[in-house]
């Protein structure tokens, strides 16, 4: 389509103005209602979208491995159970020689235990038949990432500490972030060089053992939560009222229409469409590894030789608990799950967590981006349709007439959101900027489109020029 330069200057007019807008609307909506009103709403409606994007990233690569309560019961044990219990449990994992483990387990209390030394025993036979080790840490009174004396005598030798410490969402609680590296004591920021300045997190370990690594920067990732629930994931039964006995926590997806749906109308369609999707990766339950038959050792070996294994707790009466966009309430032990996940799909192109900043390159050139495909796509091809269904037919007038305004008006709302869509995916895949930093941009953008603010307001700067031919 050919375009005089006014009608170009009109475009270009209309592109600014809708960007300007949008971002006054956001600082505007933030100011009168606080960060919560709009973000993370919107958020939680494009987290499907985001999920069912990301496919089964390497979840291949990558095990979950749960103590629940019927294992800790099999075992003669309450939790916290005796190292002996972690020790068989590591000897029964070596036996299929997973490429690394990751104990999301703290053993910082020096309680009574005679059984300390099967437990140190068994990690150096780990990490002496090539199997990588990694334990929890977390800060202690001392501002130290300290274990138990006996186990920091073999950290840097038979196994290495990571970083297990976890902030939800200071409004809505969720996991949307991950950070990946922790300080040292009186660092402002984090780093992980080769003298120990900082300790890496859980994921970032894990990562490394691929042989890649990233550069850990002040932004923390933006998890993309996988949709497409694994085969086997957490075996917890419902609680809810009403609920079968032995009826699952959560459930499958219907697909991606069903998942952007309303919750009342999926909830209408689908019996369990209340529930959460069950978790994206595979699980391997502790009970699992007893008494085990030789065609359950071919399925334990097919499925943990070579993989990294995180090994977790599910326990009734632990508070090891995450909140997710897309699974609910989940073991914690799936948070690093995903985030190594994430660096494993995205290399050094991982998704980063940022306030909007004008010193952003990278926002820059989304926000051009941005104003393209805000205003230039949804404008020309609206405007061509408006000539077929003409759009002049209001409400009232007759059938026919009402029935083309409200399909054009359908259309335009479908079209709004595919774009919209279109341009956080542009924003996380291609610029690595996380959707929760720039979805009320995208969003409030659209609403000016939408009410021709970017319209209304160009052809009030430009009487005479760009609109004689416009169609209002």
């Given at each position: 389509?050919?375009?005089?330069?006014?009608?170009?200057?009109?475009?270009?007019?209309?592109?600014?103005?809708?960007?300007?807008?949008?971002?006054?609307?956001?600082?505007?909506?933030?100011?009168?209602?606080?960060?919560?009103?709009?973000?993370?709403?919107?958020?939680?409606?494009?987290?499907?979208?985001?999920?069912?994007?990301?496919?089964?990233?390497?979840?291949?690569?990558?095990?979950?491995?749960?103590?629940?309560?019927?294992?800790?019961?099999?075992?003669?044990?309450?939790?916290?159970?005796?190292?002996?219990?972690?020790?068989?449990?590591?000897?029964?994992?070596?036996?299929?020689?997973?490429?690394?483990?990751?104990?999301?387990?703290?053993?910082?209390?020096?309680?009574?235990?005679?059984?300390?030394?099967?437990?140190?025993?068994?990690?150096?036979?780990?990490?002496?038949?090539?199997?990588?080790?990694?334990?929890?840490?977390?800060?202690?009174?001392?501002?130290?990432?300290?274990?138990?004396?006996?186990?920091?005598?073999?950290?840097?030798?038979?196994?290495?500490?990571v970083a297990v410490k976890y902030t939800p969402d200071d409004i809505d609680r969720l996991a949307w972030n991950y950070t990946l590296a922790q300080p040292a004591p009186g660092q402002g920021?984090?780093?992980?060089?080769?003298?120990?300045?900082?300790?890496?997190?859980?994921?970032?370990?894990?990562?490394?053992?691929?042989?890649?690594?990233?550069?850990?920067?002040?932004?923390?990732?933006?998890?993309?939560?996988?949709?497409?629930?694994?085969?086997?994931?957490?075996?917890?039964?419902?609680?809810?009222?009403?609920?079968?006995?032995?009826?699952?926590?959560?459930?499958?997806?219907?697909?991606?229409?069903?998942?952007?749906?309303?919750?009342?109308?999926?909830?209408?369609?689908?019996?369990?469409?209340?529930?959460?999707?069950?978790?994206?990766?595979?699980?391997?339950?502790?009970?699992?590894?007893?008494?085990?038959?030789?065609?359950?050792?071919?399925?334990?070996?097919?499925?943990?030789?070579?993989?990294?294994?995180?090994?977790?707790?599910?326990?009734?009466?632990?508070?090891?608990?995450?909140?997710?966009?897309?699974?609910?309430?989940?073991?914690?032990?799936?948070?690093?799950?995903?985030?190594?996940?994430?660096?494993?799909?995205?290399?050094?192109?991982?998704?980063?967590?940022?306030?909007?900043?004008?010193?952003?390159?990278?926002?820059?050139?989304?926000?051009?981006?941005?104003?393209?495909?805000?205003?230039?796509?949804?404008?020309?091809?609206?405007?061509?349709?408006?000539?077929?269904?003409?759009?002049?037919?209001?409400?009232?007038?007759?059938?026919a007439g009402a029935g083309l305004y409200l399909l054009w008006c359908a259309g335009r709302l479908l079209l709004s959101l595919a774009v919209g869509a279109l341009m956080l995916w542009i924003?996380?895949?291609?610029?690595?900027?996380?959707?929760?930093?720039?979805?009320?941009?995208?969003?409030?953008?659209?609403?000016?489109?939408?009410?021709?603010?970017?319209?209304?307001?160009?052809?009030?700067?430009?009487?005479?020029?760009?609109?004689?031919?416009?169609?209002?």
């Amino acid at each position: 389509m050919s375009a005089s330069s006014d009608e170009l200057k009109r475009i270009a007019v209309e592109c600014v103005i809708a960007l300007a807008v949008g971002l006054a609307l956001t600082l505007f909506v933030e100011w009168l209602f606080g960060e919560e009103f709009v973000t993370r709403q919107q958020a939680r409606a494009y987290a499907p979208i985001a999920g069912s994007t990301y496919g089964e990233g390497k979840r291949d690569d990558i095990r979950v491995l749960l103590i629940d309560d019927a294992a800790i019961a099999a075992a003669g044990q309450e939790w916290p159970a005796r190292y002996s219990y972690s020790a068989r449990l590591l000897r029964a994992v070596g036996q299929y020689h997973p490429k690394a483990v990751f104990v999301d387990i703290y053993y910082s209390a020096e309680r009574d235990d005679d059984s300390l030394p099967s437990l140190l025993r068994q990690i150096c036979a780990l990490h002496d038949q090539g199997t990588k080790v990694f334990l929890a840490a977390n800060r202690n009174r001392q501002d130290d990432y300290a274990l138990r004396p006996e186990l920091e005598q073999l950290a840097g030798k038979c196994f290495e500490k990571v970083a297990v410490k976890y902030t939800p969402d200071d409004i809505d609680r969720l996991a949307w972030n991950y950070t990946l590296a922790q300080p040292a004591p009186g660092q402002g920021h984090a780093s992980h060089d080769d003298h120990g300045s900082g300790i890496k997190s859980a994921a970032l370990a894990l990562y490394e053992t691929t042989g890649r690594t990233v550069e850990v920067e002040h932004h923390p990732l933006a998890l993309t939560w996988g949709s497409k629930p694994a085969a086997h994931g957490v075996a917890w039964l419902s609680g809810a009222p009403g609920a079968v006995a032995g009826e699952s926590y959560c459930r499958d997806t219907h697909g991606l229409l069903a998942e952007l749906a309303p919750p009342g109308l999926r909830n209408s369609l689908y019996a369990d469409g209340s529930k959460p999707l069950c978790v994206f990766h595979e699980t391997i339950r502790a009970g699992q590894l007893t008494e085990t038959t030789a065609e359950q050792d071919a399925q334990l070996l097919q499925l943990i030789q070579g993989k990294v294994l995180l090994i977790g707790t599910a326990l009734s009466d632990t508070s090891d608990l995450i909140l997710t966009p897309l699974h609910g309430r989940i073991p914690g032990v799936y948070l690093h799950a995903m985030a190594l996940d994430n660096l494993m799909t995205f290399g050094d192109d991982y998704a980063r967590a940022m306030h909007l900043s004008l010193g952003s390159p990278k926002l820059l050139l989304f926000l051009l981006v941005a104003m393209l495909f805000v205003t230039l796509v949804p404008k020309q091809l609206m405007h061509k349709l408006q000539h077929h269904f003409k759009r002049d037919a209001v409400p009232g007038r007759d059938w026919a007439g009402a029935g083309l305004y409200l399909l054009w008006c359908a259309g335009r709302l479908l079209l709004s959101l595919a774009v919209g869509a279109l341009m956080l995916w542009i924003g996380q895949y291609w610029l690595g900027l996380g959707f929760l930093s720039i979805i009320n941009v995208i969003v409030l953008t659209l609403l000016a489109e939408w009410f021709e603010f970017n319209e209304k307001l160009s052809k009030y700067l430009f009487p005479k020029k760009g609109h004689a031919n416009e169609h209002s």
